[in-house]
């Protein structure tokens, strides 16, 4: 069963508008974490934001925040004030306990392709 | 800032070619990741590691791949012998087991097998 899901593949927003890209996951477990990266054309993977799910407060990284709504099971990354170089690839990432103590590995879904438009 | 270090950044080889890929991860991190990036499958989880200890190594195929961590300081991803449909970016990760510190990635290797 898919564990998260991305379904929007692609988003368009205006250069300063804020935006959200969507994220759903599924989890029976009650201890999980929930990553954004984001993927430029370049290719590399950067960290852009960490949730907890026993955290009571959304998260924040400058221009990037969660909204966190653990009922729903969802983690929408919010942008605020997009910029030209904000467009991207963005991944939504689930990391669950393990078994073996720690933590496992992060599931990821599909992504979303941001286009920032001047 | 610490980073994880891939090479090669690029690799074109011919089919039946071993290929060999390295990985320094961040120091300290005890745990790494292999992933498989593709148009088709996007992110896959191929191994990990923990304290060099292979955990996870379910999303690999064992005929032909296999990953390594010879020491805390290493970590390699082998293909032999290649085939056209390994051809992807794979991406190393590092990152603490017992945090919720994220995983740090490597800029990747862009494999083509001809």
């Known amino acids: 069963a898919q564990k998260i899901t991305q379904t929007q593949p692609g988003m368009f927003v205006q250069e300063k508008e804020a935006v959200t890209l969507d994220c759903t996951y599924d989890?029976?477990?009650?201890?999980?974490?929930l990553f954004w990266y984001k993927q430029p054309s370049s290719g590399e993977m950067i960290f852009l934001i960490y949730?907890?799910?026993?955290?009571?407060q959304n998260a924040t990284e400058g221009r990037y925040s969660l909204n966190f709504q653990k009922a729903r099971k969802s983690a929408n990354l919010v942008i605020s004030a997009s910029q030209l170089g904000d467009s991207a690839m963005y991944f939504c990432?689930?990391?669950?306990?393990?078994?073996?103590?720690?933590?496992?590995?992060?599931?990821f879904g599909a992504g979303t392709r941001l286009a920032v438009h001047p | 800032d610490a980073r994880v270090t891939q090479t090669p950044r690029h690799k074109v080889t011919e089919m039946g070619q071993e290929v060999t890929m390295r990985c320094q991860p961040i120091?300290?991190?005890?745990?790494v990741f292999w992933y498989r990036q593709t148009m088709m499958q996007g992110l896959e989880l191929l191994a990990y590691?923990?304290?060099?200890?292979?955990?996870?190594d379910s999303g690999m195929p064992k005929d032909r791949f296999s990953a390594e961590m010879p020491d805390a300081t290493l970590a390699t991803l082998k293909i032999q012998p290649s085939e056209p449909r390994d051809s992807a970016v794979y991406f190393c990760?590092?990152?603490?087991?017992?945090?919720?510190?994220?995983?740090?990635f490597g800029d990747g290797t862009r494999l083509s097998i001809l």
């Open positions: 990432a689930m990391r669950e306990p393990s078994p073996s103590g720690g933590y496992n590995k992060l599931i």
């Open positions: 989890t029976s477990d009650q201890s999980y974490g």
């Open positions: 949730q907890g799910s026993y955290d009571e």
């Open positions: 590691f923990r304290n060099r200890a292979p955990l996870d």
């Open positions: 120091l300290g991190h005890n745990t």
């Open positions: 990760a590092s990152g603490l087991a017992h945090s919720n510190q994220p995983q740090h």
